[in-house]
């Protein structure tokens, strides 16, 4: 688990194919990995990744032909940053919302506008996830804990104050990109206890509409 509290932004050092699948490496300088250990989950841009290698100045995770396909981590290059967070101990303050580190589809960013000092970002996402995000209520985007400003349709906002544009991934995101998008937990299991389905699938025709597939 995560708490969507982003501890610094990576680099990817380098994509190594590997029997089908890829071995992602993240220089990670900034991140202390003093505590983690072969096997720990670090999120990687919302994505739960198992560090598999500890190297001098980051780690290395196996990324499956899945996760490629249905997450921004296979459209990544050499040199892109992501958001990175250490997985939750315990004794660690739940400074945002719980968060699995499983993401549940792509959104689109829409828009961002200058508001204050802040800026409002507007995001649309396939009808499968839209029902699940309430104004007030929480989203993880790109494994960053945020609330929902309004709903409208398929399309929500939020706003992103100063702190969180330079300590993210966001400074480098611009309208059009794709980020990744976890609903919040609770809406999920509420979702699947009341109508005994599964749970929603990425909605194939949306990545196709908007480039990403």
Known sequence: MFTGIIQTVGRIARLEPRGGDVRLHVDSTDLDLTDVQLGDSIAVSGVCLTAVTLEPHGFGADVSNETLALTTLGALKPGDPVNLEKALRLADRLGGHMVSGHVDGLSKVVSITPDGRSQRWTFEVPAALARYIAAKGSICIDGTSLTVNEVSGLRFGVNLIPHTVEHTAFRARRAGDAVNIEVDVVA??????????????????????????
């Open 188 to 213: 999920r299991y509420i979702e699947r206890l009341l109508s005994g389905g599964e749970a929603p699938k990425l909605d194939e025709a949306f990545l196709k509409q908007h480039g990403f597939a």
